[in-house]
Structure formats: structure tokens, C-alpha cells
């Protein structure tokens, strides 16, 4: 029939010779185990939308185990085997990799739990899977390589730029898959379709959504923000409503637009000078705004944010305007230390939501001398006895004003400087002692 048209000259067209060759192995090793073999999913429709992808996953009609582990020795690759999930990964020699399931039907015990498993065939396995463009194979045994196996009009949603699900109870098998809808949508330029539509908005009025775990869903947001419109995709999440099942005190208003496109703006500079910033901690910065303690600790425990996150957040929140006005009318280095010291990477990323670009600069220079100041010749030790001083809170306050002073100035002689700040802090030490001598 039409829909199972040969697609090999695309395949030879369009991948590279040694996916190709590869993926002619695997057909062949299919044949010799006597199992039927496809490649599915995401390469599928992105080679018919002729867009690389190299993440090739593979459906075996039999034990996908075995036929991994016969793979695997064959091509001299190592084998991880999810036992339990009737999966294994094939590891090669150079990193490539490549993920083979066993052809099967989940279902599920409880909305959003983790799927049972049964070996079944193909169609059955392509039913199960979230929209029609990704529920195409291609088989790849010898005397059927390259058939196109599409049952469910796949190819015309694919053409027509059609998001849809394959069953009605799709999304609450998976409710994550609303999300993930939102996500093919804005990265193809695509459409979600009416029905599909229809009883998305649905299940989100029954709460689906609140009854997935939220690393799940967290997950799911991380893939949006690796996208290459994130703002994109927040602001359709935002107008379907999936937002609010997501943070259900946040309210999309053009201003919190405005902030999160700031953020993104600001988001690399930040990414240069700090390893391992989160983008979904970035965006929590504005989205979790102004919550109350009893909801931010909900979210603590739904998403994971760490105790130091969430409390630095909410310390902070009300300085942003002051901080804004600060940053804007170039307030000293040594002016904005005394305000939030030396800060950390999410705060900074959450004043940016508030800056224009080029008070976003000022602020990254104030990020560069935070990071580049050091006191290199005045410790406490030093102070303590250049001015024969015991420890105590006032050893560090001459530290942070002398370092605040070199936020300024980075060429200043520190042990000159600190002569003054000493000077000065003992007077008003002493001063503060006679007027306390002279009260009592
Ligand atoms: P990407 O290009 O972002 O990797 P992908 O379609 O390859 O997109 P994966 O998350 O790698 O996405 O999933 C691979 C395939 O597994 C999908 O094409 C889809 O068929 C199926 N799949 C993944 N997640 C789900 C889900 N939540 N529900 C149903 N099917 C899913």
C-alpha cells in the first residue's frame, strides 16, 4: 500500500555511508536471528523531514537483549542491558551509540507511573508512543530494507505539520506527553491538532499533570530550555494553560515575559563565568517570584530545588528594584557589595530579568571584579597583628571594606589602605567606648 512506500534512496541520499552501512548490519543480523529489525521514532521523522539526527533507536520483533548482545559482538561493541525494560544499549569503540528495544505494548497500572512491559509486535509498539510523527519505523532485514512502516497516517501529519496523539487516553497514560506536544510544536514550526487540542485541555482540568513525579516533569522542561526557542515554547506552555498545572502560582503576565526573555538574553554571559548553571533553576528565579513559603516549599520537593536555592530566592526578592536602580545609575562596585556582597550566579541571573542590555553589562562587570578581586597581601592574620587585635567580627570588617575599596580601585596598595581603614575603625571603637563609659 501508499504507506508503505520504500524509502531507501532517501536513506542513501541523506545519511551519512556509515549509518548507512550500519544500519545495513543490523538488518542483516536481524535476518540471521531470524527477527524482524527497525529503526523508529525521532530518525525516522527526521530524516523524512531530512534534519540530522543521529540518535538511532532500534525495535527488534523478538529478544532485544539478544539480539543486542549478538550485535554487540559482531561489531565489537559493549552491551548495556536494561534487563528489565527488555532494553540494552550497543556502546562502540568511538562513543557512538545506539539504544534497542524490544517491539512492545505498556500499559500503565496508575496514570504517570513507570510503564509494565510485554513483548509484542510493532504496530502495537508504534501505538503506544506519543504522536503520529514519531510513530513511524523502517525495517531494515535485507529483503524488506528501507519499507516504511506507517500505520496511522503518519506521513500526512508529518507533511501537514500536525501534532497528534494515537489514542484518546494518550495523554493520560503519559500526561508528561502534553508538555512534550508543546515541545515538537514550537521546534518544527508545527500545529497541535484540534481533537488532540481538545482533550489535552481536558486532562489538564482533571489534573493529570499534578499526578506525574516532578522529576518527570522537570525533565521535560529541561528538554524545552535545550531548544533553540525556549521562550517560544514557555510562552505556548503559558497560553494552553499547561503552566499553571506546572506553577500553579505564577502568573504569565507581558511582564514576566518581559523577564524571562531578559534572562535568556543574560543567560550566556552568566554560563561563561560559572560552570553548571542550571537553566531550569534560571527560570525559577522569575517563575517562583513572590510565592508564599508554603507553596515554594511544595515546589522544593516536587522539582528538587536545593534548601540554599529557595532561600537565597526568597532573601533576595524584595532588593531587586533597589538593586535595578542601582545598576542603572552605575553605582560604585564597592556600593553594590555592601547590598548583596558577593552574591552568587542565580541571584545575578535573576536581577538580569529586570535590566535592560546595557545595564545587564554593568552588572557583568561587577560579576568580572567579583571574580577577579582577591586581597593578596592583607589577611586577618595580618591584621590582627599589624594592630595588635583579637579575633572577632572586627578583623572582617576592615577585611570586607578594604576589599570592597579594591572592588573599586583593583590597583590599590592594600597595605597603605588598610593602615586608614584601621585608623579609622579604631577611633570610632574608641569613641564608642567613652560615650559608653559616660552613660553609666
Ligand atoms: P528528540 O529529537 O528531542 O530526541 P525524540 O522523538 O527522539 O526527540 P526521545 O525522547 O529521544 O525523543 O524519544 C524517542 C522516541 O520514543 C520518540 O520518537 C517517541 O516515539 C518515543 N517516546 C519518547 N517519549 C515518549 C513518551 N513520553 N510517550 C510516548 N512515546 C515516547
Redesign the pocket.
Known sequence: SFNFKNVTDIIYERLDKRIVNLLRLIGIYGHELKMPVYVV??FV??LLLNIP?Y?I?IVVEGNGIEFAKYVGKQLDAIVVPYEKFYTATLVFKDGFKIDIATARTEYYEKPGELPQVDVSTIKKDLY???FTI??MAIKLNPNEFGVLYDFFNCQRDLQEGIIRILHNLSFIE?P??MI?AVRFETRYNFRIEEHTLDILKKNLEGKYLERVSGSRIRQEIE?ILEEREPMKAIRRLAELGILKHIFPKTYYTPTMDEKLERVFKFLPSVKERYQNISDFYAISTVLLEFYDKETLDDMRNRYGYPKKFIESLKFTENMMMPLKSMIETRLNFSDIYKVIGKGNPYIFIHLSAYLEEDDQEYLITYIDAILNTKLEKVSGKYVIERFSLKSGPVINEILERLYAMKLDNPKLDEIQTVEKIAEQFLKNLEQAEISENQKT
Open positions: 521514532g525521532g521523522r527526521d539526527n540518535d533507536d503506544r508512543r506519543d514519531n510513530a503519559d508528561t506527553r512534550r528538554k
